[in-house]
Antibody
Framework: QLQLQESGPGLVKPSETLSLTCTVS??????????WGWIRQPPGKGLEWIGS???????YYNPSLKSRVTISVDTSKNQFSLKLSSVTAADTAVYYC??????????????????WGQGTLVTVSS | QPVLTQPPSASASLGASVTLTCTLS???????VDWYQQRPGKGPRFVMR????????SKGDGIPDRFSVLGSGLNRYLTIKNIQEEDESDYHC?????????????FGGGTKLTVL
């Protein structure tokens, strides 16, 4: 059974960089056609996609966050990471990592998320 | 890119039925939408994908037959029959737009379903 687990500081100061890691267990992050993403949910609000990455390193970012986001992958550790710079209180949210099947040589389709992490609350405050 | 609009709240009595709506912005009537259920304090889980022809693919794991979907015009519907207490959740719809470097994944604001 695949499991995803987010980890990282729960408190970040304004203007600093938020850093989170998602560790994948029970399967390989290098599986063909699977993309690994970050989604966040501010308290009491809806979901917001931050970005996704393929094990090869190809990245896809939400245009509204692109200037502040970096997503990277470490296949040797079976992990992928999120860095969000210049954070403000508006970045306070539960951050989820997730897996989706996506475009391949045989299909251009994206499929629904099949695995989510449990989520981790990150608060931006001084 | 499409904008997905959901009513912020809905309610239904135990054993009744309710239909939740996700409305795509104009020009995106051929888009499929994914419904996700999020129980209080938990992460989301996939319910079903819906297009104008109805369900696309299979239901998510463990989703009961009481859940069904329909698509019409710009609207994508999730209907829950014989509502149970465990159905009290936030329901989110999401859609994909574009390809390659222009890919974007968007969500609606979510609907909080209260079981009375």
């Amino acid at each position: 059974q695949l499991q995803l687990q987010e980890s990282g500081p729960g408190l970040v100061k304004p203007s600093e960089t938020l850093s989170l890691t998602c560790t994948v267990s029970g399967g390989s992050i290098s599986s063909s056609s699977y993309y690994w993403g970050w989604i966040r949910q501010p308290p009491g609000k809806g979901l917001e996609w931050i970005g996704s990455i393929y094990y090869s390193g190809s990245t896809y970012y939400n245009p509204s966050l692109k200037s502040r986001v970096t997503i990277s992958v470490d296949t040797s550790k079976n992990q992928f990471s999120l860095k969000l710079s210049s954070v403000t209180a508006a970045d306070t949210a539960v951050y989820y990592c997730a897996r989706r099947r996506g475009p391949s040589a045989y299909s251009s389709s994206w499929y629904p998320v099949d695995y989510w992490g449990q989520g981790t609350l990150v608060t931006v405050s001084s | 890119q499409p904008v997905l609009t959901q009513p912020p709240s809905a309610s239904a009595s135990l054993g009744a039925s309710v239909t939740l709506t996700c409305t795509l912005s104009s020009g995106y009537s051929n888009y499929k939408v994914d419904w996700y259920q999020q129980r209080p304090g938990k992460g989301p889980r996939f319910v079903m994908r819906v297009g104008t022809g109805g369900i696309v693919g299979s239901k998510g794991d463990g989703i009961p037959d009481r859940f069904s979907v329909l698509g019409s015009g710009l609207n994508r519907y999730l209907t829950i029959k014989n509502i149970q207490e465990e159905d009290e959740s936030d329901y989110h719809c999401g859609a994909d737009h574009g390809s390659g470097s222009n890919f974007v994944w968007v969500f609606g604001g979510g609907t909080k379903l209260t079981v009375l």
